[in-house]
Nanobody
Framework: QVQLVESGGGLVQAGGSLRLSCAAS??????VGWFRQAPGKEREFVAT????????YYDDSVQGRFTISRDNAKNTVYLQMNSLKPEDTAVYYC????????????????WGQGTQVTVSS
């Protein structure tokens, strides 16, 4: 019963902030990441965190604005999004992997349903 439950999406003005949450259950994961997909575009990598070591990777498009973190006690991963831009508008997906973490952007086995983030200008 692997489950990834996302929350925290919504509508925000440019320059504002949102915090997304991903509650994971049913399995021990090696890494949890965030992806996003805008209408008519391919899904793209945002950030990932190694569960045990806390090693973090960000896409250049969000570097310095977004922060990924984890709460081991709550088995939850967060994505703090600051200085939001209209181009950040997308459906954001939480994803998890159980295998090796040598490819930060790939090989995710489980996916959440997504949460909509809309940034207005």
């Amino acid at each position: 019963q692997v489950q990834l439950v996302e929350s925290g999406g919504g509508l925000v003005q440019a320059g504002g902030s949102l915090r997304l949450s991903c509650a994971a259950s049913g399995r021990t994961f090696s890494a949890v990441g965030w992806f996003r997909q805008a209408p008519g575009k391919e899904r793209e990598f945002v950030a990932t965190i190694n569960w045990s070591r806390g090693i973090i990777y960000y896409d250049d498009s969000v570097q310095g604005r977004f922060t990924i973190s984890r709460d081991n006690a709550k088995n939850t991963v967060y994505l703090q999004m600051n200085s939001l831009k209209p181009e950040d508008t997308a459906v954001y997906y939480c994803a998890a992997k159980t295998g090796p973490t040598i490819q930060p952007r790939d090989s995710y086995d489980y996916w959440g349903q997504g949460t909509q983030v809309t940034v207005s200008s």
